[in-house]
């Protein structure tokens, strides 16, 4: 079995990194320093659950020299999926697996848009993890996790292929029953503390403890609760106090990807997750203040960190 990881940042580094640690062919598709420094030294990576270093089978930036995969991860930021979907097409099997595992809501959707639906299966991930070097990941908290399913439902064989793949490589994987739920729930939470933390500078545990900033938290979720439910997916009815106990047990000081790259000035998923559920409420006539409110105080640092 051949994996191909696309985007070799926190999630695909950490994951890719187990798979080839396994002794399993993966391909890593990288760029820049972060290309050279792998090449040459291999993939480091610093986990609170043991370090290694991975030797992939190939690491490259060109899709041209890459195998046909029989599975492919998709780790980039959730506005580069499209992208991403295009580039892999050249190394696509007629049975090859694709699975999004970037934060946001819509993912498998993009996918959808620009490669066959048959090879698409939705997933996310449960990780703290990013880059902290070229060519070194830093894992710093939470047992990872990857979640996947049909995104119909249905149970495949295919599914326990994958299930093989990710067991051999070791982390915790879980085969959902309902994947659009799950990829809700984790979007609902990331969501929620990625742009109120972004707007406070703070840590989510700062939040947690400000009752003013905790009833934003809530009310944050309890409009995304109400998109989800507009668009049809089956999110139960305690979801938002089940996402509030969830964002008061997680560490103090953890941050999200997403507020860190806004307050450090880089492109961020700020339109994947506050700005979609504003314009997805707009569509569907639900109202979302305070997500209005985030969404439009944070894009003018959208706007320069894109230019």
């Not at 908290?141 to 990710?166: N, S, Y």
């Not at 806004?262 to 707009?282: A, C």
Request: charged share 25%; hydrophobic share 40%; net charge neutral.
């Amino acid at each position: 079995m051949h994996t191909v990881i696309i985007g070799i940042g926190g999630v695909g580094g950490y994951f890719g990194g187990k798979i080839i640690d396994s002794g399993q062919k993966v391909t890593l598709v990288a760029r820049g320093k972060h290309l050279e420094v792998i090449l040459k030294d291999g993939l480091q990576v610093k986990s609170i659950a043991g370090d290694f270093i991975a030797h992939p089978f190939m690491v490259t930036d060109s899709i041209d020299k890459v195998e046909k995969a029989d599975l492919i991860l998709i780790c980039t930021k959730s506005w580069q999926v499209k992208e991403a979907g295009a580039l892999i097409k050249p190394i696509l099997k007629e049975d090859t697996v694709v699975i999004p595992l970037q934060n946001g809501a819509d993912n498998a959707e993009k996918l959808v848009s620009v490669v066959d639906k048959e090879h698409v299966l939705g997933g996310l991930c449960r990780i703290y993890s990013k880059i902290e070097s070229p060519g070194v990941i830093s894992h710093f908290g939470h047992t990872p996790e990857v979640v996947f399913g049909e995104l119909d439902r249905k149970k495949t064989d295919r599914l326990h292929k994958v299930k093989e793949i990710f067991d051999k490589a070791g982390f915790k994987n879980t085969i959902s029953e309902d994947i659009g739920v799950a990829i809700w729930t984790k979007f609902m939470f990331i969501a929620t503390v990625s742009g109120l933390g972004a707007l406070t500078r703070a840590s989510i545990g700062e939040m947690y403890e400000a009752p003013d900033v905790k009833k934003l938290l809530e009310q944050t979720a309890t409009e995304i609760y109400k998109v989800g439910i507009a668009k049809g997916v089956a999110l139960p009815t305690t979801i938002v106090d089940s996402i509030m106990n969830f964002i008061g047990k997680q560490p103090f000081d953890s941050t999200a990807s997403t507020q860190r790259d806004i307050l450090e000035g880089r492109p961020s998923e700020l339109e994947n997750f506050n700005g979609y559920i504003v314009n997805e409420g707009k569509r569907l006539g639900v109202s979302t203040p305070v997500n209005t409110f985030v969404y439009s105080c944070l894009a003018p640092m959208e706007i320069k960190a894109r230019k």
